[in-house]
């Protein structure tokens, strides 16, 4: 029997749609050869799956497991029928089965978050939902709706999260994919627990997209049931919009409980002379909330910083929304970058005096690749701000860009102490002593009012 010709005539069935008839061919590939065997149950438990025969699909890979007769993809389809029964405890421990042929769990965290959110352990689901946004594979705007994540949707908007998960729904945000989940030409996929919890006349609107596994609107049953289609993507919108209500509501409360910390994350980078780390803290604080400018004066440890606090507190009065204005300008400089100057050009002439307006310039300068620009400005900043390192170590980079290697290490001689403390200030020493620059970039991530401002600083050690 010529196991290839089968398995290759099968698939094009498959392709084809014609399932009944893949699975006959499928069947007729024995484990006399085992990787043929393997892919012909893959395809076999893929065939189940699409036919809603979720049951015998479960049966079957459990039994290929049981015998030792088992790879990836039966682990995985295997899991997902569970799933599918609601069999969630069974499906997490078959996923852990991953780990024999060398593949991480993490590469699965979106459905280990979803396993957490099912069984209420809903910090672990955060912490596994935290590391699938950080190299996304299954996580898509599709989720906001994924009906496993509702428990953890509805505990954001109903408890109080501790400071952990505080910051760690701050560092995910996932506003840009609720956004993008309740745009009108976000096409609506639904797996097969989604599917059951709607209406019959509903479930013959979707066919399933074989290939990606997840079920799509069908035109030709759209066209056929106008009506009916229309009412369902109103429902599907109305419920979508509730889903992001509750997470916004938990976003909005993780932002309160961190904003409260930041005068005491300030103080702790005062305290061992990191100007640059309390700027952070200060200025990301009252962008969002300028009534705290205040909690930062009361807080004991931070009176080396009236300066700042006294300069920005004047430039609130005249223009209220300067902190919010450099934060945005932060953020644009990153992605779009004539934005950003449309955006800092709204600052009134009041307020150009200021020296995070300098800083908000130079960076914008810098960013554009106009290091002759950019480095009067950082060297005044330097002047101004003699204990920030900001100014110390943009300039350093500016006159390495430039080629001026001997005043790149004057200047970084000046930096304040506490600059020894930031990865950054390792890299340029390495730079300055090869001259050249292509030592490898550190990995940071946005700040958003935690601890270590993201990745910047090495982690100290603990007294």
Known sequence: MDMDRLMNEAIGYVRLGMLHEAEALLEQITATDETAYLAAQNALLGIYLSRHECQKAADIGRLLILQGLFDIGVVVLTMIALTFIDRHEEGREVLALVERFGRPLAYHAYQMACFESLSGNFSDSLRWLETELQNPRYFSERSIGDSDLFPLWRWLANDRVGLEDAHRILQMNLDSACAAACNPATEIHLDQNDLKDVPENVQDLFRLNFMAGIFEL??????KNPGTAREFRKDRARHIGRI???????AKQALEIVLELQPKYAAEQADWGNHLGARYHILWALARKPEMLGSFYAEPGLNQLYDLLDSLADVQLSDPGFCARMDVVDELSF???EKAWKTLDQTPPSSRTHPMFWLRQAMLYHEDNDYERALPLYLKLSETWPDDAVGFANACNCLMKLGRWTDAERVLEMAPDCYQQFRLHHQQREN???????????????FR??????????PRPVE
Request: glycine letters at 12%.
């Open 244 to 250: 992001i209500t509750m997470i916004r509501a938990g």
């Open 335 to 337: 992605v779009d970058l």
């Open 218 to 223: 069908d035109p030709r049953a759209v066209a």
């Open 449 to 458: 009012g935690q601890r270590g401002l993201g990745g910047l600083l090495i």
């Open 432 to 446: 300055l002593r090869s001259r050249t620059l292509d030592s490898p970039m550190y990995k940071t991530v946005p």
